[in-house]
C-alpha cells in the first residue's frame, strides 16, 4: 500500500508539473495518425505550385493576375473564396492593379482576406496587418491566419480568436464559414480563457481548437493555379464549394510541420486552413481531459498493477502487467477515436513500467528478511542444543 501510494504521488507531480510533455505530444501524434478520414467534397484548394510559379513567372504576380482569377472563378458560382495571400502594401509599380482587384472583390462578394500579427522586433509592440483599406472593404469578411506552434515545432493547435487587446478577429477558416450556411458561433464556456483584462498593447488569444487532422499533406482535392486561371478544368469543378486560394511551393514560406505530414514534412497553411474548415461542419473536437481527471486517473491506473501483484505468482506478474499496459494504451486511444477526449498518457505509461522492478525490490528485501530471520532462529536453536 506504501509503494502505490508513493508511485502515485510521485506520478501525480509529474502530471501536475508536465514534466513528460515532449513524449505526451509524441503519443497524441501516434494516436492522431489512425485518425484518418475522407473529406467533403466541397471544400477545394487551389494551389500557387511550382508549376504555376514556372507558368505565370516569379512571385509575387500582378494582382491583376488575382482579380482575373475571381472573375474566373464566379462563373462557377463557388460558395466562398479563401485568398490566402497577403495585400497589405499598395502596388507601386502598378496601382491601378489594386484598382482592379478590389473591383473583382466587390464583384464576387464572397472573398476572405487574411489578417497577421507582425512585429519589427522580438520587443517591439506587435501590431496587425490588415488588407489595404479598399480591399479591406472590399472583401466579404477578414480573418487571422496563426497557427499555434508548439515548443517541439508541431502545428497542433489554432485559436479561434485573436487580435491587439481583446480578442476580436475570428480565425480564417470560422470567417469563411461566416459568409455561407455553416457559420459557427462561439459559446462564452468554450473560450478556455480565464475572465480577465485585456492589454492594448498585446496579442491576446481565446477559444483554443486542437485539430483533427483528416490525413497527410495532399488529402484534400487540388488544382494548380495555372490551371484554373486559364479555365482547362471539368464545367462546375467550383460551383457551390468553398475555395481556398494559397501556396503550396517550396520555398514559400507558409508550410509548418503536422502531426501527419510525416518525418521532417511539412503542411502548407492553406490545407491546415482545409482541415479546420472540415473539422468544424463536421462538428469533429478534441479536447484534453480535465486536469483535476487526470490527475484520479493518473493515481489509480498507477497504483492497480501494485496492488495486484501481491495476488500473482512470480511467473505471471510481468505477463499481467504488460496487459495492463496495452488496455490503457487502447482505452486512451479508443477515448480520442470515439469521444474526441485525449488523455496525456506518458507519465501513467512511465510509473507503470516502473512499478514492476521496485515492487521486484521489495518483494526481494522481504524475502532476505524472512531467510535472515529463519537463519538466526536456527543459529538460537543450535545453539541452544548444544
Not at 486542437?210 to 478544368?233: E, N, V
Not at 501513467?348 to 515492487?359: D, E, G, M, T, V
Amino acid at each position: 500500500m506504501l509503494l502505490a501510494a508513493m508511485l502515485a504521488l510521485v506520478a501525480m507531480l509529474f502530471v501536475h508539473s508536465k514534466l513528460l510533455w515532449r513524449w505526451d505530444n509524441l503519443l497524441y501524434d501516434g494516436q492522431l495518425s489512425f485518425w484518418s478520414r475522407s473529406v467533403a467534397e466541397d471544400i477545394i484548394i487551389i494551389a500557387i505550385d511550382d508549376e504555376s510559379l514556372n507558368e505565370l513567372g516569379r512571385w509575387p504576380w500582378p494582382r491583376t493576375t488575382h482579380a482575373r482569377l475571381i472573375n474566373q472563378l464566379e462563373k462557377e458560382s463557388p460558395k466562398a473564396i479563401g485568398l490566402d495571400i497577403i495585400f497589405s502594401e499598395p502596388d507601386v509599380a502598378d496601382p491601378q492593379s489594386d484598382v482592379q482587384l478590389e473591383r473583382a472583390l466587390r464583384t464576387s462578394g464572397k472573398v476572405v482576406l487574411p489578417v497577421f500579427m507582425s512585429q519589427e522586433s522580438y520587443n517591439a509592440y506587435p501590431r496587425e496587418d490588415l488588407p489595404l483599406p479598399a480591399l479591406s472593404d472590399a472583401a466579404a469578411a477578414l480573418g487571422h491566419v496563426h497557427v499555434d506552434i508548439s515548443e517541439d515545432g508541431i502545428a497542433r493547435r489554432v485559436y479561434f480568436r485573436e487580435g491587439i487587446g481583446e480578442p476580436h478577429w475570428l480565425h480564417y477558416s470560422l470567417a469563411l464559414l461566416s459568409i455561407t450556411d455553416d457559420a459557427v458561433e462561439l459559446r462564452p464556456g468554450e473560450s478556455g480563457q480565464d475572465a480577465r483584462q485585456y492589454s492594448p498593447m498585446t496579442w491576446s488569444r481565446e477559444y483554443p481548437y486542437l485539430i483533427p487532422y483528416a490525413g497527410p499533406p495532399g488529402h484534400f482535392p487540388q488544382i494548380g493555379y495555372a490551371q484554373a486561371l486559364s479555365g482547362q478544368y471539368p464545367q462546375d469543378l467550383f460551383h457551390d464549394k468553398i475555395v481556398l486560394i494559397g501556396a503550396t511551393a517550396e520555398g514559400m514560406g507558409d508550410a509548418v510541420p503536422t502531426p501527419l505530414s510525416g518525418n521532417g514534412g511539412s503542411m502548407a497553411g492553406v490545407e491546415i486552413i482545409a482541415n479546420i474548415i472540415d473539422a468544424v461542419r463536421k462538428d469533429l473536437r478534441i479536447t484534453e481531459l480535465d486536469k483535476t481527471w487526470l490527475l484520479v486517473m493518473t493515481a489509480v491506473l498507477v497504483a492497480l498493477p501494485v496492488l495486484i501483484y501481491p495476488y500473482l505468482n512470480p511467473a505471471s506478474t510481468l505477463l499481467v502487467l504488460f496487459s495492463i499496459v496495452a488496455a490503457t494504451v487502447l482505452a486512451v486511444a479508443l477515448m480520442l477515436w470515439l469521444f474526441g477526449i485525449w488523455v496525456p498518457v506518458a507519465t501513467i505509461l512511465l510509473f507503470q513500467f516502473l512499478s514492476y522492478p521496485l515492487w521486484s525490490w521489495r518483494r526481494l528485501v522481504l524475502a532476505m528478511r524472512h531467510i535472515n530471520a529463519e537463519l538466526d532462529q536456527l543459529y538460537l536453536r543450535q545453539k541452544a542444543l548444544s
